[in-house]
């Protein structure tokens, strides 16, 4: 029997704000254990939490962004479950009034637009960690997380596959970067997922029993999670078992999953409205005002880069990766005026030498207008593609301009055509018998003709010229 995947995904993104969701609490990261905790985060008796503004605009702009209805009235509640790190015995989250419903995700995966619905997009608060000692065999709380404002993003049931997935939570983390609510640092916790999958026979339209795998935070753990679960469950459909519903873990180290405790449902958190908080009013003046100061994203960069600038939606892709890469290309056209070979420096030299020496953007050598001036370098035929590697890496090693390189190394391109016709003919008067053969048909002597006069300028003359010029001396001492 064949089955259909039918995957759902819960993206908690962790918001770039200075304080926590409920109060004055710092939400940085990387603090000493419990050096960012209060009588709020304590939970202690008569500690009243108090929103913070910014939490729920940014919930608007992520909204916005996802093609969302954004609720004029919608409030808190109170999710109870009992873990060391939850200090209170419940989570302030959002139920069955969040703040954004019935939005969209849009992606490209191997060159094809996928789109993923949105059941809702609602705001709460992180827990704590536990952090365990295997030394003492005891486990240690830290609470500097907990109260560090969340938003979960909640997909439809509508990925197939592991490579979908990972598909779809890029777009979702290039959005909240693009939008500049969260750094979506998975190795450090701000965005992570939680996967809800299950199985059904080909053609069947009721879902499955479903499992779901906690706390994935990497695009890799993901696919891998995704694509043992898938393995599991459907040995045990061909072997006419059930799919037992339960919340799962991922051990990276042996790429499986295991059980880590009976799937809840709704009714087992008893969620009710939270006393402590108001609801929260979002005033249409308020949902147009954010949309005014809303960023480009990466759907109008890419659809610019395509129709106005002539790039293929594959490079258009890869530019609008992060919102740094294509405010860096355009600098880079704005500096040189040529979009195509603006799009081959950035993508490809430039690119590659930030990855292979492991540096981000921001921290990288070569400004965007000194890449500008070396492509009109090359266009102006100051010096050869060749040659412009060369600079490049020098520009790359040491931070200097391309025209100071150029100059410092005597490296500007020979293309004065009476000087390049007077070394060609010192070559042909040089070499007699090849001469001969290249005058009577041997097109392999040209390529030789060319290595010398290259040679003779120390790689310097321009090569385009040079075979023009080759063809011009000899077409005239064909005809003499």
Not at 144 to 156: F, Y
Not at 207 to 235: C, D, H, M
Not at 249 to 256: H, I, P, R
Request: overall charge negative; aromatic content about 8%; glycine content about 8%.
């Amino acid at each position: 029997m064949e089955f259909e995947t039918v995957i759902g995904l819960e993206v908690h993104v962790q918001l770039s704000t200075k304080s926590k969701i409920f109060c004055n609490a710092s939400a940085a990261y990387g603090g000493e254990p419990n050096e960012y905790i209060d009588p709020v985060t304590l939970g202690l008796p008569g500690a009243l939490p108090v929103g913070n503004k910014k939490v729920v605009e940014y919930a608007i702009m992520m909204g916005l962004a996802t093609h969302c209805e954004i609720r004029r009235f919608n409030r808190f509640a109170r999710k109870h479950y009992f873990y060391p790190d939850l200090p209170k015995g419940y989570q302030i989250s959002q139920f069955d009034e969040p703040i954004c419903e019935r939005g969209h995700v849009d992606f490209y995966m191997d060159g094809t637009k996928r789109t993923v619905g949105l059941k809702r997009i609602h705001m709460e608060e992180d827990a704590g960690k536990n952090l365990h000692d295997s030394r003492t065999s005891s486990s240690l709380v830290d609470l500097n997380r907990a109260g560090v404002p969340l938003l979960e993003v909640v997909s439809e049931p509508e990925i197939h596959s592991p490579a979908e997935a990972a598909a779809y939570l890029k777009a979702v983390r290039q959005l909240v970067r693009y939008l500049g609510i969260s750094d979506g640092n998975m190795e450090e916790g701000s965005l992570r997922c939680d996967a809800n999958i299950s199985l059904r026979p080909v053609g069947e339209l009721k879902f499955g029993t479903r499992t779901e795998i906690k706390n994935l935070n990497s695009f890799k753990f993901v696919e891998r999670a995704l694509e043992y679960e898938i393995a599991r469950q459907s040995a045990i459909l061909k072997a006419g078992n059930k799919v037992v519903q339960e919340t799962l873990l991922f051990d990276s180290e042996n790429g499986s999953t295991r059980p880590m405790r009976s799937k809840e449902e709704s009714a087992d958190y008893r969620y009710f409205p939270d006393p402590d908080l108001p609801p929260v009013v979002v005033e249409e003046s308020w949902v147009q005002e954010v949309k005014g100061r809303l960023p480009r994203l990466p759907a109008e960069w890419a659809t610019e880069l395509v129709n106005e600038y002539g790039l293929s939606l594959y490079d258009a892709t890869v530019l609008t990766t992060e919102r740094a890469f294509v405010e860096f290309y355009h600098q880079v056209v704005a500096s040189c005026g040529n979009a195509k070979a603006a799009c081959n420096w950035v993508t490809s030299e430039f690119f590659g030498a930030l990855n292979k020496a492991g540096l981000e953007l921001e921290n990288s050598p070569v400004k965007a207008t000194d890449l500008g001036e070396l492509i009109k370098l090359v266009e102006n035929d100051t010096i050869s593609g060749k040659m412009a590697k060369s600079v490049f890496e020098e520009m790359f090693a040491t931070g200097k301009a391309p025209g100071v390189i150029v100059e410092e190394k005597g490296l500007k391109q020979l293309s004065n055509d009476d000087e390049i016709l007077t070394i060609v003919r010192k070559e042909f008067d040089s070499n007699p018998t090849q001469l001969a053969g290249y005058l009577g048909g041997n097109e392999r002597l040209h390529g030789f003709f060319v290595g010398q006069v290259m040679k003779s300028t120390g790689g310097s003359a321009n090569p385009k010229k040079v075979n023009d010029l080759i063809r011009q001396e000899a077409a005239a001492r064909k005809g003499a």
